[in-house]
């Protein structure tokens, strides 16, 4: 099999060259351009490149993805799991545990040895454009994933930071449920309190609350979180206070995380983590969460998506899991090569 030489897509750029690969956060603070992914379960890669230049997704290439059929997708948690863990998830609610938790399940295919994920990227680009798509290729450091996400994780710029969460998703926006607008409020809440960890005392501001996105096949209810950073916090200290995102564990998050642990049975990897790019020469940098988003696990021979749902006390157990379908669909569609869902 060919040995595909690494490479990350952001934002219309290209990087190409590898010069380093830390697990060290800490290097985003000090120079070059950096593709980084963190793992949900926190295992964290950054890659320096040597030159990047803009370059738009190429138009895809045929037959250059072979993807996996549409009906060999296996998911972790079947329906019958995944609505009982719903159901475990409302009595640790009327119990007092946790206000809301996000139930994932991740989906599996096998997938032919010289897979290219960038090959993906461009179907991605054309059937499920998104606001923070992006790619990286690094297969000698088993990190190969391209991301259709419509999320903000964080975004920096010198020393004002920004999240966008995402709570609430419906086919239009007629579907959107009171219970996802108080979802979305509840995980604001949380950001909020991540942010003020690292920011200044009252800079931390909402500048938008529960706006409707539209993206393809679907609506999202979007916020706005922004504060300044202190002076002497870093990316090190950002993630620390930020991750794992709040929109896809929970408030409170630690009560959440005890919960999703117990829960699901498939770790979810470069899913509901951090995806993207750090520019440490200019102070700037872009990391959506890990949603819509696909890995390959080379040693398993196969490719991974991810999919689930916010679950609060006004949650019905069919409804969550018929939504990890709409979030699913028209992306599984896009990587088993249907020429509909492939249509710009």
Same mark, same amino acid.
């Given at each position: 099999?060919?040995?595909?030489?690494?490479?990350?897509?952001?934002?219309?750029?290209?990087?190409?060259?590898?010069?380093?690969?830390?697990?060290?956060? =800490?290097?985003?603070?000090?120079?070059?351009? *950096?593709?980084?992914?963190?793992?949900?379960?926190?295992?964290?890669? /950054?890659?320096?490149?040597?030159?990047?230049?803009?370059?738009?997704?190429?138009?895809? #290439?045929?037959? =250059?993805?072979?993807?996996?059929?549409?009906?060999?997708?296996?998911?972790?948690?079947?329906?019958?799991?995944?609505?009982?863990?719903?159901?475990?998830?409302?009595?640790?609610?009327?119990?007092?545990? %946790?206000?809301?938790?996000?139930?994932?399940? #991740?989906?599996?295919?096998?997938?032919?040895?010289?897979a290219d994920v960038d090959a993906l990227?461009?179907?991605?680009?054309?059937?499920?454009?998104?606001?923070?798509?992006?790619?990286?290729?690094?297969?000698?450091?088993? %990190?190969? %994933?391209?991301?259709?996400?419509?999320?903000?994780?964080?975004?920096?710029?010198?020393?004002?930071?920004?999240? +966008?969460?995402?709570?609430?998703?419906?086919?239009?926006?007629?579907?959107?449920?009171?219970?996802?607008?108080?979802?979305?409020?509840?995980? #604001?809440?949380?950001?909020?309190?991540?942010?003020?960890?690292?920011?200044?005392?009252?800079? %931390?501001?909402?500048?938008?609350? /529960?706006?409707?996105?539209?993206? &393809?096949?679907?609506v999202h209810l979007v916020s706005t979180?922004?504060? $300044?950073?202190?002076?002497?916090?870093?990316?090190?200290?950002?993630?620390?206070?930020?991750?794992?995102?709040?929109?896809?564990? +929970?408030?409170?998050?630690?009560?959440?995380?005890?919960?999703?642990?117990?829960? $699901?049975?498939?770790?979810?990897?470069?899913? /509901?983590?951090?995806?993207? *790019?750090?520019?440490?020469?200019?102070?700037?940098?872009?990391?959506?969460?890990?949603?819509?988003?696909?890995?390959?696990?080379?040693?398993?021979?196969?490719?991974?998506?991810?999919?689930?749902?916010?679950?609060?006390?006004?949650?019905? &157990?069919?409804?969550?899991?018929? $939504?990890?379908?709409?979030?699913?669909?028209?992306?599984?569609?896009?990587?088993?090569?249907?020429?509909?869902?492939?249509?710009?």
């Amino acid at each position: 099999m060919r040995t595909l030489p690494p490479l990350a897509r952001f934002g219309g750029r290209l990087a190409t060259g590898l010069r380093d690969v830390t697990s060290d956060v =800490a290097a985003l603070d000090g120079s070059g351009f *950096w593709a980084v992914c963190a793992d949900f379960e926190g295992r964290t890669v /950054c890659a320096r490149f040597a030159e990047v230049r803009p370059a738009p997704v190429p138009a895809p #290439v045929p037959g =250059a993805w072979r993807g996996p059929a549409p009906g060999d997708w296996l998911s972790s948690l079947d329906r019958a799991a995944y609505t009982r863990g719903v159901r475990r998830i409302r009595e640790r609610i009327a119990a007092g545990e %946790v206000y809301q938790a996000n139930l994932c399940r #991740v989906l599996s295919a096998p997938i032919a040895p010289d897979a290219d994920v960038d090959a993906l990227t461009a179907l991605l680009a054309r059937g499920n454009p998104a606001p923070y798509a992006g790619t990286i290729r690094l297969p000698e450091h088993g %990190v190969e %994933v391209a991301t259709a996400s419509p999320e903000l994780f964080l975004r920096r710029h010198g020393r004002t930071v920004e999240s +966008g969460p995402i709570k609430g998703t419906g086919r239009t926006e007629a579907d959107l449920l009171e219970k996802d607008f108080a979802e979305n409020v509840m995980i #604001v809440d949380l950001v909020r309190n991540d942010l003020g960890r690292v920011c200044t005392t009252g800079s %931390v501001t909402v500048p938008d609350l /529960c706006a409707v996105e539209k993206h &393809p096949g679907l609506v999202h209810l979007v916020s706005t979180v922004g504060g $300044e950073l202190l002076p002497d916090a870093g990316w090190g200290d950002l993630l620390a206070a930020a991750f794992p995102p709040g929109s896809v564990t +929970g408030a409170p998050k630690s009560s959440a995380l005890r919960i999703i642990e117990a829960l $699901e049975t498939a770790p979810r990897g470069p899913y /509901c983590g951090g995806i993207g *790019w750090v520019d440490a020469d200019r102070g700037t940098g872009e990391l959506a969460v890990g949603i819509r988003t696909f890995w390959l696990d080379r040693a398993a021979g196969l490719l991974r998506f991810g999919t689930g749902a916010g679950i609060t006390w006004g949650s019905d &157990p069919e409804r969550e899991w018929h $939504e990890t379908e709409l979030k699913a669909a028209r992306l599984l569609a896009v990587a088993s090569g249907d020429p509909v869902a492939t249509e710009p």
